[in-house]
């Protein structure tokens, strides 16, 4: 049973992939719309649209049906410093297009943007970094700041990399938290579910159909707390949320 559940899962990842890219190439030249706004704010919430959209037809393509839990425990005129557990590649697609409310800006990888055409997109959609470089760690911070003060919310990984440990979460690196001690936003934890049993870390080129879900939980503000008091709170949330 073991055998065939893996053969499937290597013939599923192969139609995960090719899926992904034919319908990305169907949504690209629409999201890169995005770019004629002269409102960036509108711009990218035109570009978070069309992300949903594109996203929502290729988790029902690979059988992975996405629940989206907690959304009345945020103030949709408020935007947040979103955090997430990140266990998965398939954590990705998820963190950005399905926060409810304001357009946002994830964090990424520098050298993803130099991917061909995939790179115009994936720009659009993220705060740029290259955490070997100083210079890009202090720009890259600058410029969260600025998508926090345009109103929109800023997503973040605060384990940094995925998890590949056998705990739930990895220690958290302060960034996230310092930023909102800064800008004075608050921080709105997310629990993603189900990705890395459908797109496991150590099984390569693996996919099979899962339930997957996001769990919002309740907004956690900065005042009268220090980065270390902020950051442990959030932790602790989050650790909570994924022993039930």
Known sequence: MNILKNIFARIWALWGLLSFVYTFLIFFLPSMCSYLFSNFKKGQHLFILISKIWMRIW??????????????????????????????????????????????????????????IFGWFYARGAVLINRKNEASRRKSYEQMKSVLQQGMHMCIYPEGTRNRTSEPLKPFYDGAFKLSIETGKPILPCIIRGTGEALPIHKPFYLIPTGLSLTFLSPVYPKDLTTAQLKEKVFLDMLDELSK
């Open 59 to 116: 988790l029902i393509l690979i059988a992975c049906p996405l629940r989206i839990r907690g959304q009345n425990k945020m103030n949709l005129d408020q935007n947040y410093i979103v955090v997430f557990n990140h266990r998965s590649l398939l954590d990705v697609p998820l963190s950005a297009p399905f926060v409810p409310g304001a357009p946002n800006k994830t964090i990424g990888k520098e050298s993803f943007a130099k991917v061909p």
